[in-house]
């Protein structure tokens, strides 16, 4: 081996250590701050907004985006160092983390629906998906298209991450080959396209119970835990990992997510694609200026109770609209004063109420 090619494969090496043993990606938290802001401000706009203020709502997608990579990074790691996963001590995680704010926050709602007129459209709508929102079956059975407003409708996105959290570790356990897991997860992309498409539609017949459930897998949570496959084989770090972790690429990923913002690609996917990529440079590169201002404190900190706000957040949202009525409609006053408000409920909520359950994760 010639002295260049030592030096790379020593490169490779140590990035790929640094990696894999990383307990914390600070960046991924700065992010998770970026999106709870963008779903903030979605819910402060009184309509859709064109061009980029009008993309909140994609937010949500780059919080898929890091659980796919997140997650699954976690269970490969388990899987690498114990020979397998261990299903109800990982079920148990996620369960104390989700559950206990999120049935506090769904009794909230009932209370609140019950004090609504017994002939409010929406509080018969709420209750009578009551058993959807319980189960974390919302995004399948729930019909959103009513002529008024849903409540609790934000959990769609809840339903999809736990089904993720309920599959993945099985599917990690019964694949064992890194090639057969990616290329199964990349099979789950590609019929959730197909299907969104309208391309099966003989065994998918268009808006039946078959397709609803299909579609529910979002392909921005499949990038990310495609993407955490391939990093995590040594083959695939050496090409791909690497170069993720060049701070010009996460400058460039950057720039190509923020020009699909302006005007989307062809294909929406192409976008949850190049999200995925931003994610990942952002969770593997140590010298970027952008990764930086992710990881500074108090970014940090909005992503690690970004979970509770974005519970708490429209009813936030609908009691400052209330309080102030004139700020309603006035998404550029109404916004700061949401996030604020929120970030400080999050907050108390995580210290005294959450962190009871999160002391007991790994007991």
């Given at each position: 081996m010639?002295?260049?090619e030592a030096a790379t494969t020593l490169h490779h090496s140590t990035a790929l250590d640094r990696f894999r043993n990383a307990k914390y990606f600070p960046a991924l938290d700065g992010l998770r701050c970026v999106s709870i802001a963008a779903v903030i401000w979605h819910h402060c706009t009184p309509r859709p907004l064109d061009g980029v203020l009008g993309r909140g709502h994609l937010g949500v997608r780059l919080f898929f985006c890091i659980s796919g990579l997140l997650i699954t990074t976690l269970l490969l790691r388990e899987q690498r160092t114990t020979g397998s996963i261990g299903l109800l001590k990982f079920w148990k995680r996620r369960t104390l983390r989700i559950f206990p704010l999120y049935y506090s926050v769904l009794l909230g709602f009932v209370v609140f629906a019950l004090g609504m007129p017994d002939t409010s459209p929406v509080r018969r709508h709420f209750l009578a998906n009551l058993p959807f929102f319980a189960s974390h079956t919302s995004n399948w059975f729930i019909n959103y298209n009513v002529p008024?407003?849903?409540?609790f409708a934000f959990a769609w996105?809840?339903?999809?991450e736990e089904q993720f959290y309920l599959c993945l570790p099985l599917v990690v356990r019964r694949l064992a080959s890194r090639v057969s897991l990616a290329l199964f997860i990349a099979a789950l992309i590609v019929i959730d396209q197909l299907a969104e498409r309208r391309m099966l539609a003989p065994l998918l017949p268009p808006h039946s119970r078959a397709e609803v459930i299909i579609t529910s897998f979002v392909?921005?949570?499949g990038f990310g835990a495609l993407l955490a496959v391939v990093l995590d084989d040594e083959r695939g770090f050496r090409w791909l990992g690497v170069l993720l972790s060049h701070r010009l690429s996460v400058a460039g990923l950057l720039g190509l997510v923020v020009l699909w913002l302006i005007r989307f690609p062809p294909h929406f996917v192409m976008f949850e694609a190049a999200l995925a990529l931003f994610v990942a440079a952002c969770a593997l590169c140590t010298n970027s200026r952008i990764v930086r201002l992710l990881s500074a404190a108090p970014a940090c900190h909005i992503g690690r109770v970004s979970y509770g706000m974005y519970l708490f957040h429209v009813p936030v949202i609908g009691a400052l609209k209330?309080?102030?009525p004139s700020i309603a409609k006035?998404?550029?006053?109404?916004?700061?004063?949401?996030m604020i408000a929120t970030t400080i409920l999050a907050t108390v909520s995580h210290r005294y109420f959450e962190s009871r359950f999160l002391a007991n994760r790994f007991r």
């Open positions: 010639t002295m260049p008024h407003p849903v409540l996105s809840l339903s999809t392909a921005s949570i209330g309080a102030v006035q998404p550029a006053a109404l916004f700061p004063l949401a």
